[in-house]
């Protein structure tokens, strides 16, 4: 809070003024990006595309989000366990929610057949999305990969491992430098 104060001009006392409580911030921080979130991603998983375009579709939404708000993902991604109840509760259905998005995305992929099968449905989408919530951890603007090339790079990744082999040959998109599309660690 003292950090807060200092960055706006405020002895941290002074911000009770403005603000309820530690987790009022905590909240607002976490459920901003989650509702940024959702709402780049929900529209992708209703669309009518195929599931593999979804996807790939769904990973740059992802990785634009979190490499672009980078600080407030990191909060988002790590700090909404301090929540408690009905905050704690609101937040985990939102997280929820978007898991539940890339699984629809992966189970609309295998009955249409376009994904393989996989063994464990939720170790496949918590495999996707540790990939994907680690990007804030790495990525620098200052590094030689747009958001752009590294979402395209994720998705190559994460739908290699999906496609059906056929539909992995056929798969018409430009591909990405292979040196220079390396982020730079911060």
Same mark, same amino acid.
């Given at each position: ?5 200092? /960055? ?7 911000l009770?003024?403005?603000? !309820? ?11 901003? $990006? ?11 998983? *209703? ?13 740059? %939404? ?7 708000? /980078?600080? &407030? ?5 790590? =700090?909404?366990?301090?929540? +408690?109840?009905? @905050?704690? /509760? ?8 978007? !898991?539940?998005?890339? %699984? @629809?995305?992966?189970?609309? #992929?295998?009955?249409?057949?376009v ?10 989408? /918590? ?5 994907? @919530?680690?990007?804030? *951890?790495?990525? !620098?603007?200052? $590094?030689? %990969?747009?958001?752009? *090339?590294? #979402?395209? =790079?994720?998705?190559?990744?994460l739908?290699? #491992?999906?496609? &059906?082999?056929?539909?992995? =040959? ?7 430098? !292979?040196? +220079? ?6």
């Amino acid at each position: 809070m003292r950090d807060i104060g200092d /960055a706006v001009g405020l002895l941290a006392g002074s911000l009770y003024s403005h603000i !309820s409580s530690k987790e009022a911030v905590l909240l607002q921080i976490v459920e901003t $990006g989650l509702d940024r979130y959702l709402g780049a991603l929900l529209p992708i998983v *209703e669309s009518d595309e195929p599931a593999d375009v979804r996807l790939r579709a769904a990973v740059k %939404a992802h990785v634009d989000l979190v490499a672009n708000h /980078a600080e &407030e993902s990191l909060v988002a991604l790590h =700090q909404w366990k301090f929540l +408690s109840g009905e @905050n704690r /509760a609101r937040i985990e259905a939102k997280r929820h929610a978007g !898991s539940d998005a890339f %699984a @629809n995305i992966l189970a609309d #992929g295998i009955e249409s057949g376009v994904f393989k099968p996989v063994p464990n449905r939720d170790i496949a989408i /918590a495999g996707m999305l540790g990939t994907l @919530n680690w990007v804030p *951890e790495w990525y !620098s603007p200052e $590094g030689p %990969a747009t958001p752009e *090339e590294i #979402g395209d =790079q994720l998705a190559d990744l994460l739908l290699g #491992g999906l496609l &059906e082999p056929r539909e992995l =040959q056929s798969e018409a998109r430009p591909r990405a430098r !292979s040196n +220079s599309s390396r982020a730079r660690r911060r």
